[in-house]
């Protein structure tokens, strides 16, 4: 099991902004951030195949960036223009298989989350 060590969680006020951060071996290729609301499914978010290669959620596009700093191997999502909507529990999740689908089941390894809290 890969340990996915998540940190960057918090308050902020509709329009703020945080980063989170995921410790990850820099042999996985496929990262991704899901998160799940209350009362909600977990969903994804922002995915991160190779070096480059990103997918966003719609309802994130434009507010979000996902990339990794290779030398502290650190998956890191930028949130801004954050909204109510975005609370959540956000979780780092990690794949080996060949590509990297933004669906839950396509990853085995999980971080425990971190809380995300906006407030209108």
């Known amino acids: 099991q890969v340990r996915l060590p998540e940190s960057g969680g918090g308050s902020v006020e509709a329009g703020g902004s945080l980063k989170l951060s995921c410790v990850a071996p820099?042999?996985?290729?496929?990262l991704a951030w899901f998160r799940q609301a209350p009362g909600k499914e977990r969903e994804g978010v922002a995915s991160?195949?190779?070096?480059?290669?990103?997918n966003y959620a719609d309802s994130v596009k434009g507010r979000f960036t996902l990339a990794r700093d290779a030398g502290q191997n650190t998956l890191v999502l930028e949130m801004n223009n954050l909204k109510p909507d975005d609370t959540a529990i956000y979780y780092c999740?990690?794949?080996?298989?060949?590509?990297?689908?933004?669906?839950?089941?396509?990853?085995?390894?999980w971080g425990r989350g971190t809380q995300v809290t906006v407030s209108p």
């Open positions: 999740a990690a794949a080996y298989a060949g590509g990297c689908p933004m669906r839950q089941s396509f990853f085995g390894h």
């Open positions: 820099s042999y996985i290729s496929c």
């Open positions: 991160l195949y190779g070096v480059d290669h990103t």
